[in-house]
């Protein structure tokens, strides 16, 4: 190896590792895209890296591969044009697997020095990977930054971060001595070898192509995997960036590039079932739909699979001290990105005779129209509002919306088309919020996007049964309360752990549900539909690797 | 609760989580059944509680329960006529269910706490459990007594220790101060709550089934889930008075003795099925055939699946200074308990030149003539091998060993039946030895029991990668090698590494293939077809709970 990364960045690792386990914050990576952290030309030099990547061959020398159109398009109105070197399922897992045989012996110290040099290396392209998110994803540029640059690189260096915890336990080797009374105890020396389970696959999403795909690639890459990236059609760009960087880490490093691939890939054709059920790829990781989620848990039986699939993220309204702090950040959770969040909240659940406040009750009616307002209030001044909104990441969700308005359900506040400043063609809808019944069959299904809906319930106790069923047999990956009540405080946590759901209360201020820090929050628990592994635990890592011993007398 | 039985045991449990750490010889549970270590009554008395259950009905008390009589009979020779009480698959996962509200809430401290209790308990009634092993397994009295009894229950420890591992690095809760430049800190408190899976289900298995089964019960039990422990339907026993005592503690201690839950069920019979699909059911814990164990990966998909199923444990002869030494050493293992144990050797690889020894080259007739030779030393005295033989457990296992006959291989030791001095009927058999070529099928299926071949190998180099590719494809627990070249046993252990398999090298003493040493010796890697998981790792631990987070702000 050309560079022991791993003593470059142990401080890093060590600070990493107290991290996750105290859970205070902590952040690797400076989320403002200030010149003071990010120095005077990175904004303009990462804005020109994305313009000279646009209308070209992606960067990336993968022997044997042949050019592959992308077909991406921005949300915010323009085609990028680019082509990436594709190789076909076999040929990636085949040089995945040729990779996989020399990077096993290279041994943990490598695989954790190796992930933590990328993920160094990430942050500094972070304005390269902003523009790319933003314009595959449609998030507006600074949540583009945030969360597709210092966020996810977060989210990597915490799953870096277990697995080194994981891995560092086992020692290399032991002397073992057993007592045999008055004879001399028998002496074995006990080595221990960590081996990586294979070939692993990541299967990317449309809307957080790094934050959701970080985790399940440094996972598997600290913990000796090779890693084959396969992006989400629509939003090949930022992971194509990502891999780029791993492989030129690689390469210096002198380790096999193809330790990591990228495998893009036309929509609607079959590669990622493909790959996904190859009998030489071990581990998927997965973000997306509850179709795909579930097809890969029921046929990639081969392999360790890891999904965040979909959900039904529900507010309770019990009581408040101030209903518009309440309604505002509620509001807000519903505009951030359209709602393309599977954090974002759906169902706002209000008792049938309205809220308790510090002004005396408010009825349903004043409740919905609170939040009604402050969506208003919040998307009325479109020159800002269609940052925060950012674009329409797909077609469907432009269809679902249609769809949600032919429910024939009362219209609390209508979706509107919104021009964007910059992008003349940027597709930015403000939600649409429905009134519904309790009964309704419409909110016992997920309407990603910005699609949401506040429901009548005969009272607080219905409301909390009805959010813990659906966390349970629906999935969520938030559920979010107003009491000011204990006692009521205390049957919403019960709630969300018989749901298996992560509980905000009485969020007023700046932080909104939809939001999940590295390091402190756990996002997704795994203990309901919505995902079968939490974003990261110690369960999301252990089982990428086994340990084979071996043993003899000394 | 009525006693912290946590703080009582916390001692032990440090000891414990160390001993993981380290991995170094150490055992919490004496293996000697001597007075010294278990009292001068302790031996006499275990043998009357056992002679007291024969004939009766298993004191249990389950409400609703059916009494089922048992059919369990004695390798050595006798029935055992116990009844033992029953409910249905139904009514047991609705019982599990009912306990688990509760259980849930009392929290890790007492889920360990109970744990550890429980495991005190267990070993103090070792004399019982051992000839409840005995007279189910077949095996001898003193390998019942420590396998059945301290090492099974070192197991046991091993798992809570695992699991308190991980359970200690999920704070309570953490004041999350994230700064905002000049603006006051956003301050959240976040508090974590472990939840277990729910109700989890043990599946035993007829030959070891205490030790087999204590990290799963365990592992399950100590996070938080509520456990169902299904016996195999010939060796309910065992199990049945580990129940009883589980029982016993949980309700000294305030908690629903229905935590813990005994399945017991008529061979044949589809308990096992209808209890490892379940809906309600979250967890399951198997150890059997390999037929049985990948039903319940296809199958039992509700569940997190923990099987350890059987595999094909190869011996590689290349060199040796002591052939005596090497062939009475694997010998051992075959005779020991006639070969009915997962870790035994079945496939011994010989090259066709022969083995080079301290003394010169040994041909392929003398390397094979030595192990027949010493197994027929180890059972020549009748008296002694009816002991370390064991009785033959299962109809099936005879079955085998007349159809190995008739494969018409050349014999090398003829399978003998043994006369027990003390158990008239007892049905005892010494290991057949038969001579095969490396391209015979015979040698590419399990053959459980006392049956093993000599196979004639090219050389060293086929005789390595029939072994991994053996290991890969239909699975190993062990693989056993005699190597006096430092460059073949490197090219061993990278086989071992590639076939996912423990090794151990050159044994010629008194440690054998078949031991596998708790806090030491992983059992199992995960990483073949053998089982799908290891005794005991971080990974067998981490995913049996999840964690649920709430947060608001102060």
Known sequence: MTADYFDRHR?????????????????????????????????????QAFEALRGGTFPLQVDGAEPLAGGERSPFGFDLHISYPRLSPQDSVAASTRALARWRRAGPRAWV??????????????????HAVQHTTGQGFLM????????????????????????????????????????????MEKHYTVVPRG??????????????????????????????????????????????????????????????LLAPHAAGDDTAQVLATHPGVAIVDFTGSKANGEWLEQHARQAQV????????????????????????????????????????????????????????????????????????????????????????????????????DLGLPVLAQSRAIAHPQFQGARIRTP?????????????????????????????????????DSARDHGALTMSAYTTDPEI??????AA????????????????VNQSAAFSDFHGTGANPAANASLCDSAYVANRFRVVQARWHV
Chains 1, 2 share one sequence.
């Open 11 to 47: 401080d890093l690792l060590d600070r990493a590792v107290r991290a996750i386990a105290t859970r205070e914050f902590w952040s690797a990576y400076p989320e403002s895209p200030s010149p003071r952290n990010y120095g005077e030309t990175a904004g303009e030099a990462g804005r």
């Open 113 to 130: 020095g190796v992930s933590l040099e990328i993920l160094q290396r990430l942050n500094r392209a972070s304005f390269e990977i902003a």
């Open 144 to 187: 583009a930054f945030q969360a597709g640059g210092p966020h996810a690189q977060d989210r990597g260096l915490e799953a870096v971060a277990y697995a080194w915890q994981e891995l560092s336990r086992i020692p290399e080797k032991v002397l073992w001595e057993k007592p045999q009374g008055k004879q001399d105890p028998v002496r």
């Open 199 to 260: 070939v692993a696959l990541v299967i990317g999403c449309s809307t957080f192509p790094t934050w959701n795909g970080y985790p399940g690639l440094f996972a598997s890459l600290a913990t000796g995997n090779t890693v084959i990236v396969k992006p989400h059609p629509t939003a090949i760009l930022p992971l194509a960036i990502t891999v780029r960087i791993a492989r030129e880490v690689l390469a210096e490093a002198g380790h096999d590039p193809d330790v990591v």
């Open 306 to 405: 890891y999904t965040e699939k979909s959900g039904i993220n529900t507010v309770i309204l019990d009581s408040v001290d101030d209903l518009q702090a309440a309604a505002r950040n509620v509001a807000f959770s519903l505009t951030l990105y359209s709602g393309q969040m599977c954090t974002a909240p759906q169902n706002i659940l209000v008792p049938r005779d309205g809220v308790r406040t510090a002004q005396g009750r408010a009825g349903f009616d004043e409740v919905a129209g609170a939040i009604a307002s402050a969506l208003q209030a919040l998307t009325a001044d479109e020159a800002k509002a269609g940052d925060l909104l950012g674009g329409i990441q797909a077609d469907a969700t432009l269809a679902r919306l249609d769809e949600a308005r």
């Open 432 to 468: 649409l919020l429905l009134r519904a019944d309790a009964r309704h069959p419409a909110i016992r299904r997920e309407w990603f996007g910005p699609i949401a809906f506040v429901v009548e319930t005969a009272d607080t106790a219905q409301a909390i049964a009805l959010a813990r």
């Open 489 to 494: 405080a205390h049957a919403l946590r019960d």
């Open 497 to 512: 752990e018989e749901g298996g759901v992560a509980l905000s209360l009485n969020l007023t201020g700046g932080v909104f």
